[in-house]
């Protein structure tokens, strides 16, 4: 509707047709209809004429405008020639310097091209950006940055208002009024918001003009941040790459990838901040750089007294931009969940070598809490099976599960150096059993050599009691028989106490023999 009503008063509001062209139905490719006086067809471009405000003036549009243009008789001046009419002759030698003469029309709507399309015949036209109110003063300072570095280039350039072309509404209108005209090349782009309110997109098009088989057009794509968009143009020669992208040019490869950037705020601060797959990277709050723009995730975590609490998030990242979370720490319970096939696996904690002293922490399948998240490495032995060392992230949040199918050994040497091992480990565990066995009867053999001395000492004394000069009688033979009980009794726990005290020695000796 826009095109209609700018079409239409460019050419005939109050407009009083004059007699120096061909009186003509001239048709729009919209459907418009309307009479106008039609001055001939040159460069694909039509000129019609007529009187503005007691001025002739003289209007040239694009040939493919128009749907028809037929003059009384029906004739198509459009496409095919012209009947010869004085007048007609008269008005096509006379209209440059009609032209020259009016002066600008006083409609609101009437076109800004005229001078400017008159003046871009051979030359590189680069179109001011399209974009929104709010992002005009970026886009000048854009604009400005791209038409210096096209023209360090070697490319000089032609530098037109969008303005001047109100009577088109896309990019395809704008590239055929310059294709008319004559102008060598165009660039045209816009400017916009992109997927994220930080970010802003650029996406310009370079169009080769000419005849059909010189046309071609490049197009590229660049993405900046919104707040420090010209800091983020000129790193990594970021700007530069673009415009050589536009011009079909060759685009040396990245020393690095775009670098994207994370900001973590946390309820409490002071949170470790991890992302999947890597140590900890800071305290919240914080900024840290994202090497990739793949799906990253991204924990925090607090822990006091083996007690955590944790959140976590996914984001997207795009290049050169800052993404912004806001995690709510809340108590967590992570876990460690190891599951071999077949079962049974010993599982052993920590990198250092496995012994046979090493004890093992569990055998698969097995959980564990975990109470320091991050790294954690783990080593499997299985009779039969290779050692298999893992080296495991577990998340702060939830329960890491670790799926492993062990190896069997093919090699027989290897399988006679694990059964070597396990041999040295069963005499190390018996050694250490033996050892601990002989604890009780060292333990009750000493008892009993302890109350073996009572009751010989208990016997000494009635034997000094006896030992004294006395009569004979009832009273010494009860005290005799008394001694010999006690000395009995000592003897009895004395073998028991030193039996038990033998054995104790026997197994504390092969124990220790077993284990060292």
């Given at each position: 509707m826009k095109k ?5 008063a460019?050419l ?9 062209g061909?009186?003509?139905l ?8 309307q009479?106008?006086?039609f001055?001939?067809?040159?460069n694909?471009?039509?000129?019609l ?5 007691g ?8 040939k ?10 029906g ?6 020639t ?18 020259q003469?009016s002066t600008q ?6 076109p ?14 680069f179109?001011?950006f ?9 886009a000048e300072?854009i604009?400005n940055?791209?038409v210096?570095?096209?023209?360090e ?7 037109v208002?969008?303005q001047?072309?109100d009577?088109?509404?896309?990019a395809?209108c704008?590239k055929d009024?310059l294709k008319?005209h004559?102008?060598a090349?165009?660039?045209i ?11 802003v997109?650029i996406?310009?098009?370079?169009y ?6 010189q046309a071609?057009?490049n ?8 707040i420090?968009?010209?800091t983020?143009a000129l790193s990594?020669d ?7 992208r ?10 690095s ?7 973590v705020?946390t ?12 140590v900890?990277?800071?305290k919240s709050?914080?900024?840290f750089v994202v ?8 924990y ?6 083996r ?12 290049p050169g931009?800052?993404?912004?979370v806001?995690l709510?720490?809340?108590r ?5 969940l ?7 696996a ?6 250092a ?6 004890k093992p922490?569990g055998?698969?399948?097995k959980k564990?809490?975990?109470y320091d ?5 783990v080593?499997l ?5 290779r050692?298999?060392t893992?080296?495991?992230f ?5 329960i890491?599960n ?19 091992w ?22 009750l053999g000493t008892?009993?050599?302890y ?10 004394k009635?034997?000094?009691?006896l ?6 009688g ?9 001694n ?6 000592g ?26």
């Amino acid at each position: 509707m826009k095109k209609f009503i700018l079409t239409l008063a460019i050419l005939w509001a109050s407009a009083i047709w004059a007699d120096e062209g061909i009186p003509s139905l001239v048709e729009l490719v919209n459907g418009t209809k309307q009479a106008a006086q039609f001055l001939g067809v040159q460069n694909d471009t039509v000129s019609l004429g007529g009187t503005i405000q007691g001025k002739f003036t003289v209007i040239r549009i694009p040939k493919n405008r128009f749907k028809s243009i037929i003059d009384e008789k029906g004739n198509d001046l459009l496409n095919g020639t012209v009947p010869p009419q004085d007048s007609v002759a008269q008005s096509t030698a006379e209209q440059d310097s009609l032209v020259q003469d009016s002066t600008q029309a006083e409609i609101e709507t009437a076109p800004h091209d005229l001078t400017v399309l008159n003046s871009v015949e051979g030359k590189h036209v680069f179109v001011s950006f399209e974009r929104r109110n709010s992002e005009s003063n970026l886009a000048e300072q854009i604009e400005n940055l791209m038409v210096r570095l096209i023209k360090e280039s070697g490319t000089p350039l032609h530098f037109v208002n969008r303005q001047d072309f109100d009577f088109c509404s896309d990019a395809a209108c704008i590239k055929d009024s310059l294709k008319t005209h004559g102008a060598a090349t165009a660039y045209i782009g816009r400017i916009t918001s992109a997927r994220t309110p930080d970010s802003v997109a650029i996406q310009m098009s370079r169009y080769t003009l000419g005849d059909s088989t010189q046309a071609k057009t490049n197009t590229a794509q660049i993405n900046l941040s919104a707040i420090h968009a010209l800091t983020d143009a000129l790193s990594k020669d970021k700007l530069h790459r673009f415009v050589l992208r536009i011009q079909g040019e060759h685009v040396p490869a990245e020393t690095s990838s775009d670098k994207s950037y994370v900001r973590v705020e946390t309820n409490p601060e002071g949170a470790n901040i991890v992302t999947k797959g890597n140590v900890d990277i800071c305290k919240s709050p914080c900024t840290f750089v994202v090497p990739s723009t793949a799906k990253t995730e991204v924990y925090a975590y607090w822990g006091v007294d083996r007690q955590l609490w944790g959140a976590k998030t996914t984001i997207n990242p795009l290049p050169g931009d800052t993404a912004k979370v806001s995690l709510k720490l809340k108590r967590v319970k992570p876990e460690l969940l190891i599951h071999t096939k077949p079962e049974g696996a010993y599982i052993f904690g920590g990198s250092a070598k496995v012994t046979k002293t090493s004890k093992p922490i569990g055998a698969t399948p097995k959980k564990f809490p975990i109470y320091d998240p991050g790294f954690s490495t783990v080593q499997l032995r299985m009779e039969g099976f290779r050692d298999t060392t893992l080296t495991v992230f577990t998340a702060p949040t939830e329960i890491t599960n670790i799926n492993v199918a062990l190896t069997p050994i093919t090699d027989q040497r290897e399988l006679l150096a694990q059964q070597e091992w396990l041999q040295q480990r069963k005499k190390h565990f018996i050694g250490k059993t033996l050892m601990g066995s002989s604890i009780a009867p060292l333990f009750l053999g000493t008892l009993f050599m302890y109350l073996a001395s009572l009751d010989y000492d208990d016997a000494d004394k009635i034997k000094m009691d006896l030992d004294r000069p006395a009569a004979g009688g009832d009273y010494f033979q009860s005290k005799a028989a008394e001694n010999k009980e006690l000395v009995d009794k000592g003897d009895k726990k004395m073998i028991i106490g030193g039996t038990l005290f033998g054995t104790g020695i026997l197994l504390l000796g092969v124990g220790f023999v077993l284990t060292f």
